[in-house]
């Protein structure tokens, strides 16, 4: 595999053992017992330092993270792109977030948020489509260089 195939296709962690720990309820002192989500990558260890609130307890699994140079003012430079993450807020008061949900960094710090099984699959979708038009206006790109260098040889 080369360097560029490594980074486009990003690693994502395995699946690990879940880690179990507790904290306490900021709001009610209750001792709650948590059990991350396999291959979390978030380090827990302020949240059972000292009471917090239950919804802001989370958790998230990450792939490698992919950047490309984005010229956005005369220089180029490195950002982050199609990011993806599955996280859970088991607490949330957004019922919806209290299962696993996906989340996708389209560019740095630019997200698709909660996205279940499906709308993920339709971010995927979305995405597959671009790439074909992209290939397609590569083949054109080919097409119009070759005229051109022809048209500037003759």
Same mark, same amino acid.
């Given at each position: 595999m080369t360097v560029i195939e490594e980074r486009i296709t990003g690693t994502v962690p395995q699946a690990t053992q879940p880690r179990t720990w507790q /904290?306490?309820?900021?709001?009610?002192?209750?001792?709650?017992?948590?059990?991350?989500?396999?291959?979390?990558? %978030?380090?827990?260890?302020?949240? /059972?330092?000292?009471?917090? /609130?239950s919804e802001d307890i989370w958790c998230w699994t990450e792939a490698e993270p992919?950047?490309?140079?984005?010229?956005?003012?005369?220089?180029?430079?490195?950002?982050? %792109?199609?990011?993806?993450?599955?996280? %859970?807020?088991?607490?949330?008061?957004?019922?919806?977030?209290?299962?696993?949900?996906?989340?996708v960094e389209l560019v740095d710090d630019h997200f698709i948020d909660g996205l279940d099984p499906d709308g993920l699959e339709t971010v995927i979708n979305t995405l597959a489509g671009r790439l074909d038009q992209m290939r397609a206006t590569h083949r054109r790109l080919v097409e119009v260089r070759g005229e051109y260098r022809e048209r500037a040889q003759a």
């Amino acid at each position: 595999m080369t360097v560029i195939e490594e980074r486009i296709t990003g690693t994502v962690p395995q699946a690990t053992q879940p880690r179990t720990w507790q /904290f306490t309820d900021r709001r009610t002192g209750e001792q709650r017992v948590f059990a991350c989500l396999p291959g979390c990558t %978030i380090n827990h260890s302020r949240d /059972f330092d000292h009471p917090v /609130f239950s919804e802001d307890i989370w958790c998230w699994t990450e792939a490698e993270p992919l950047t490309m140079p984005v010229n956005e003012n005369g220089t180029p430079e490195e950002y982050r %792109i199609l990011g993806t993450i599955i996280k %859970i807020e088991p607490w949330s008061p957004t019922i919806a977030h209290r299962l696993p949900f996906a989340v996708v960094e389209l560019v740095d710090d630019h997200f698709i948020d909660g996205l279940d099984p499906d709308g993920l699959e339709t971010v995927i979708n979305t995405l597959a489509g671009r790439l074909d038009q992209m290939r397609a206006t590569h083949r054109r790109l080919v097409e119009v260089r070759g005229e051109y260098r022809e048209r500037a040889q003759a």
